[in-house]
């Protein structure tokens, strides 16, 4: 199953409203990862952090790296229509460093 | 660049029936990787190559799944007899050298294979 929890599942916001959503788990990460994923599509590598505690952005993408190494967040700020899609957590386990796992995703809709 | 490729796009078929899925990486790319995503959820992994060969396979079903990397660049993954539950969208994806760029190289997926066990 999912060593990854992912809230909200779902989201539905009205458009220019900022967004954040988050990943826990009771293991350690090496990595956070956080992707995109369009319908019919392959999932798209927003932002990765590799040390805890990292902050980085991606234009109006900010994601962080959990001081204790077990969760992370993505914040969207001013959402655009085109934020539409679900997001995706992922991150290499210490226990199993090349196995990318993934958490069970973040639905996000957009009213114009 | 092109991307990663995949074929079919779509596939349906009947219980117990055999179906394979290829996939072509980005070129230069010797890590290749296959993943289950199932409705709803995010992908798993299945298999992972490193150039032609296996690096992790500890989450594949290997009494039905079978996937090869003979010449080190394009992949087959094999499903032998499918059950209802394999219904799901079989990703591959790929990236660089996973022993210079570290396991922690990005991945880069294809579009998928929808396949619908009936």
């Known amino acids: 199953g999912q060593q990854l929890n992912q809230s909200p599942q779902s989201m539905f916001i009205q458009e220019g409203e900022d967004v954040s959503m988050n990943c826990t788990s009771s293991?350690?990460?090496?990595?956070w990862l956080w992707y995109k994923q369009d319908p019919g599509e392959g999932p798209v590598l927003l932002i990765a952090?590799?040390?805890?505690?990292e902050l980085t952005s991606n234009g109006r993408l900010t994601a962080q790296f959990g001081i204790t190494r077990k969760d992370s967040f993505l914040n969207i700020s001013a959402s655009i229509p085109s934020d539409v899609g679900i997001y995706f957590c992922?991150?290499?386990?210490?226990?199993?460093?090349?196995?990318?796992?993934f958490g069970g995703g973040t639905r996000l809709m957009v009213k114009p | 660049e092109a991307g990663v490729a995949q074929s079919p796009r779509y596939k349906i078929i009947e219980k117990r029936q055999s179906v394979a899925f290829w996939c072509n990486p980005i070129s230069g790319h010797a890590t290749l990787y296959w993943y289950q995503q199932i409705l709803g959820q995010g992908p798993k992994l299945l298999i992972q190559?490193?150039?032609?060969?296996?690096?992790?396979d500890s989450q594949l079903p290997k009494d039905r799944f079978s996937a090869e990397r003979l010449k080190g660049v394009d992949s087959t993954l094999k499903i032998q007899p499918a059950k209802l539950e394999d219904s799901a969208v079989y990703l591959c994806?790929?990236?660089?050298?996973?022993?210079?760029?570290?396991?922690?190289?990005?991945?880069?997926f294809g579009p998928g294979t929808r396949l619908t066990v009936l």
């Open positions: 994806a790929s990236s660089l050298d996973w022993g210079l760029a570290g396991a922690w190289g990005e991945q880069f």
């Open positions: 992922a991150g290499h386990p210490s226990y199993a460093g090349n196995m990318l796992t």
């Open positions: 293991s350690i990460f090496n990595t």
């Open positions: 190559f490193q150039n032609n060969g296996v690096v992790d």
């Open positions: 952090l590799y040390k805890a505690g």
